[in-house]
């Protein structure tokens, strides 16, 4: 890949190299006009970049980044479809850190317009595993933003647990429940509830039926043993257990452990997979 494919300055994307996760750039700088929003598009879903397979320069693995949030600042709304079908990708073959935080920031900039192409997302059953956690929790994060979204927002993650909960994996069930427990989605108990009892929800992820009970203010301590099955460190579990307190911590901290835990296995299985090609 060269930055030969793409016409200035949009090619200058492809030179800029690592970021702050935090803080933007302020892309206005490069001149950017409507007339370049096609080839910002096409930059930021370029699969030669964003997959990953050749190791190309560092510097151009960040271009997608770069492009995303340059719309993003312009507002370009024509990019929010395509933005979201880049979730499909979310496997173990990529930088998954440019998928799972990165682009979701951007759409939540993007705001209130990306959510009707997320809720297709969450509805199509062909999708993978971390695509689903991904635009769940982009639409969460949307509804904390702009409150007007909550009601559709709630609606849209429910129903679609409510439809696939039996066929989804476990952790797919336990973030989409974490996304409902941040947006305090008291209406959303029954089909969690649901979910629950037929064993389809890892509960690693915001912890067990009554924890969410706990969180959504539905009882006031537990009243059962905390389940040993947890992320957490094993001196933190213990302190809580001896508190009596649940073994979890908030909905948002114990989803980026999570997190933090699936991308790691990912990076694994993701560097053997390219040990075995250099062997061959």
Same mark, same amino acid.
Not at 94 to 104: K, Q, T, V
């Given at each position: ?5 793409? !016409? ?12 702050? %996760? ?9 001149? /950017? @006009? ?13 699969? @030669? ?12 693995? %960040?271009?997608?980044?770069?492009? %995303? ?13 395509? /933005?979201?079908?880049? /979730? ?24 209130? !317009? ?10 199509? !059953? ?41 066929? #989804?994996?476990?952790?797919? #069930? ?24 037929? #064993?389809?929800?890892? /509960? ?45 911590? #908030? ?30």
């Amino acid at each position: 890949m060269t930055p030969n494919d793409y !016409p200035e300055p949009v090619s200058k994307l492809l030179e800029l190299g690592e970021t702050d %996760w935090d803080e933007w750039d302020d892309y206005s700088q490069w001149g /950017f @006009t409507p007339e370049h929003i096609s080839d910002l598009i096409r930059l930021g879903t370029d699969h @030669t970049l964003i997959l990953d397979l050749e190791d190309h320069q560092p510097a151009h693995l %960040w271009a997608p980044l770069h492009a %995303w949030r340059a719309l993003a600042q312009m507002e370009a709304l024509e990019a929010i479809p395509p /933005f979201v079908e880049l /979730f499909a990708l979310d496997s173990d073959e990529i930088n998954s850190d440019l998928i799972s935080e990165g682009l979701l920031e951007v759409l939540v900039q993007l705001g209130p !317009p990306a959510i009707e192409p997320l809720e297709k997302f969450l509805n199509d !059953p062909d999708q993978p595993s971390f695509g689903y956690i991904s635009a769940a929790e982009t639409l969460a994060l949307i509804g904390q933003a702009h409150p007007e979204t909550r009601a559709r927002i709630v609606l849209a993650i429910t129903s679609a647990l409510e439809q696939r909960y039996q066929s #989804n994996e476990g952790d797919v #069930n336990g973030f989409w429940i974490a996304d409902l427990l941040d947006l305090q989605a008291v209406e959303s108990y029954p089909v969690i509830k649901k979910a629950f009892e037929e #064993n389809t929800v890892d /509960f690693t992820i915001a912890g067990d039926l009554e924890d969410v009970e706990i969180a959504l203010g539905l009882r006031q301590e537990r009243e059962t043993p905390v389940p040993r099955r947890s992320i957490l460190p094993d001196d933190l579990f213990r302190s809580l257990v001896v508190s009596g307190l649940p073994a979890t911590l #908030n909905s948002q901290q114990q989803r980026e452990r999570a997190k933090k835990e699936k991308n790691k296995q990912k990076q694994e299985k993701k560097s053997r997979k390219k040990n075995r090609k250099k062997k061959k």
